[in-house]
C-alpha cells in the first residue's frame, strides 16, 4: 500500500526522550490511519499509538499515555511519536504501520509496515 520508514531510533536513559519519525511515500498518505506499534525480544508485537487520518483522533496504549504523543504532518508524509520519560520497559524495536481509511489499534489491522528502528532506554 504505502511504503514506510522510521527514523529517531537511539539509546537513552530513563527519564530522557527521543522522537521517531516515520516517512511515507506516494501521494495518498491522506488516506491512511497511521499506527506505531513495539516488540521486545521473546514478547508479541504490541499497540503503542493511533491516529486518524485527519489527525483528530488518537489511541495509546495504556502503558503510555500521558507519556507518548502521536501527530502526523499530511504535508510532508511524516508520522511522529514523540516520547518523554522514557522507561526502560521501553526497549522495544518500533514499528511504523498504515491502515487504509478507517483507525484501528491492532497490528493485524494493519496492512504496511516499516522495517523498525531500535530504542533502548538504560537504567
Known amino acids: 500500500q504505502v511504503q514506510l520508514v522510521e527514523s529517531g531510533g537511539g539509546l537513552v536513559q530513563a527519564g530522557g526522550s527521543l522522537r521517531l519519525s516515520c516517512a511515507a511515500s506516494g501521494r495518498t498518505f491522506r488516506t491512511f490511519a497511521m499506527g506505531w506499534f513495539r516488540q521486545a525480544p521473546g514478547k508479541e508485537r504490541e499497540f503503542v499509538a493511533a491516529?486518524?487520518?485527519?489527525?483528530?483522533?488518537?489511541f495509546y496504549a495504556d502503558s503510555v499515555k500521558g507519556r507518548f504523543t502521536i501527530s502526523r504532518d499530511n504535508a510532508k508524509n511524516t508520522v511522529y511519536l514523540q516520547m518523554n520519560s522514557l522507561k526502560p520497559e521501553d526497549t522495544a524495536v518500533y514499528y511504523c504501520a498504515a491502515r487504509f481509511w478507517e483507525v484501528r489499534t491492532t497490528p493485524a489491522d494493519f496492512g504496511s509496515w516499516g522495517q523498525g528502528t531500535q530504542v533502548t532506554v538504560s537504567s
Open positions: 491516529i486518524s487520518r485527519s489527525g483528530d483522533l488518537t
